[in-house]
């Protein structure tokens, strides 16, 4: 049993931040991105979003638009045909999403030389403090 204090609706700090960090991971992982931005066009089948996306596996697009379905964020129609034919497409609740999206990709696009030439800052300076193959270390310059 929880010693947390709940608050109006029952709900604890903790288990609100666990339902919040579930929620940033579905949202943040790379491959739920690429998929709805492709999706944010429109409807597509699975093969078109498997060739619009370089580098993601089968699996992984099935483990992907399967999370986004549960979440509610993807909806996924079958047709009647031979073999049968599967669209995805976002629902009200995925299409709110592609406009944090978008706000976020437009700020890594304008920031990325910046985090690049910080990342190489870093690590020249790890690798200046960093001991030799010997053991010692370079003396502070």
Not at 11 to 34: F, H, Y
Not at 47 to 58: D, K, T
Not at 98 to 103: A, D, E, Q, R, V
């Amino acid at each position: 049993m929880s010693t947390e204090p709940a608050d109006a609706t029952g709900v604890t700090p903790r288990s609100e931040c666990l339902a919040l960090g579930q929620v940033i991971a579905r949202i943040g992982d790379k491959w739920t991105v690429m998929v709805v931005g492709h999706l944010s066009g429109g409807p597509m089948r699975f093969n078109a979003i498997m060739r619009a996306i370089p580098g993601i596996s089968h699996r992984m697009l099935t483990l992907t638009l399967r999370g986004l379905q549960r979440d509610g964020m993807v909806s996924r129609t079958v047709f009647p045909t031979i073999p049968p034919g599967v669209e995805y497409e976002l629902t009200p609740l995925g299409r709110s999403l592609t406009g944090p999206l978008s706000l976020l990709a437009g700020w890594a696009g304008a920031n990325r030389a910046d985090i690049e030439a910080a990342q190489r800052d870093y690590d020249l300076d790890l690798a200046a403090v960093a001991p030799s193959r010997d053991g010692s270390r370079p003396a502070p310059g």
